[in-house]
């Protein structure tokens, strides 16, 4: 390597037999050490493997190749995932909807979960558009077709959650 000190050839042993039994020690002819390591004119990939064996570890290194050297397309569509409605315990409220106001696409499933171990609950508009029950531990789906600003509250509960909407585009 040009921009460091040649400190003359220098000879280690790696101390460890080839796996399949065939010939003696790896003997390595490195050219300088800096810091205490060894470094030799070889690529990245050789000077790890030739420490990891010295430590008695393997592994199987690979190259990256662009994707137009693979001739592969880097386009794919990531789904992401249904806008859901967590009825848990609340802090100003004995329950609470998260969050108070859900925004969701029309004909879009939203989940709904109930984190309640005691009690069924329930997501129902206040002009009746859509009601679901949901029973302890679990969820639901529901879907809302048509747009528009929905609040809804839970039937069972009607006055121990906080107020909240499903805003539909």
């Not at 790696?14 to 390595?28: E, F, K, M, S, V």
């Not at 009825?87 to 969050?99: C, E, H, Q, R, V």
């Not at 989940?111 to 206040?126: E, I, K, L, Q």
């Amino acid at each position: 390597m040009a921009d460091q000190p040649d400190a003359g050839p220098l000879t280690a042993v790696a101390g460890r037999r080839d796996p399949r039994g065939r010939g003696a020690d790896r003997i390595l002819d490195c050219r300088t050490v800096k810091h205490g390591l060894i470094v030799a004119d070889m690529r990245t990939a050789t000077k790890l493997t030739i420490a990891l064996a010295v430590m008695g570890l393997s592994f199987t290194a690979t190259d990256t190749v662009s994707q137009t050297e693979a001739h592969a397309t880097g386009a794919f569509k990531v789904q992401q995932a249904n806008p859901t409605i967590t009825i848990a315990y609340g802090s100003n409220t004995p329950y609470k909807f998260d969050p108070a106001a859900l925004d969701a696409k029309a004909g879009q499933s939203i989940t709904v979960t109930n984190n309640d171990p005691r009690g069924v609950h329930s997501v129902t508009a206040n002009d009746q558009t859509f009601s679901v029950d949901v029973p302890p531990n679990s969820s639901v789906t529901l879907t809302v077709q048509k747009a528009g600003s929905y609040p809804y509250h839970c039937t069972y509960h009607a006055d121990e959650h906080n107020p909240a909407s499903i805003n539909v585009s």
